[in-house]
């Protein structure tokens, strides 16, 4: 019913930027929240980012806190992850996720909450 994709990843040196971009369709966009999850090999996928469906809240894992950025622009159906100062430990598969529900914060920092996920776009740091 939801349907996400990814698009932004790539190889950027460490101290750089990327912009990663999720496109949803199949339901009304604005009547999602939206997570941004990655995982690192031979680690669990973890929170990195959400946006509240009203775009009024958002919330960040401590590792990306003041570095990332969510957003949201419901007239493209479209979350953004602007992410900046880039560390080679951020390299990892980055996942997009939408969910129709809504709850404390820790609704949204929890993978378990997100129904429709994306393909994953993989972003690499060197250094």
């Known amino acids: 019913q939801v349907q996400l994709v990814e698009s932004g990843g790539g190889l950027v040196q460490a101290g750089g930027s990327l912009r990663l971009s999720c496109a949803a369709s199949g339901r009304i966009f604005s009547g999602l929240a939206m997570g941004w999850f990655r995982q690192a090999p031979g680690k669990e996928r973890e929170f990195v980012a959400a946006?509240?469906?009203?775009?009024?809240?958002?919330y960040y894992s401590d590792s990306v806190k003041g570095r990332f950025t969510i957003s949201r622009d419901n007239a493209k159906n479209t979350v953004y992850l602007q992410m900046n100062s880039l560390k080679p430990e951020d390299t990892a598969v980055y996942y997009c996720a939408a969910t129709a529900g809504a709850g404390l914060s820790s609704y949204y920092t929890s993978s378990r909450a997100y129904s429709y996920w994306g393909q994953g776009t993989q972003v690499t740091v060197s250094s």
């Open positions: 946006i509240t469906r009203s775009g009024g809240i958002t």
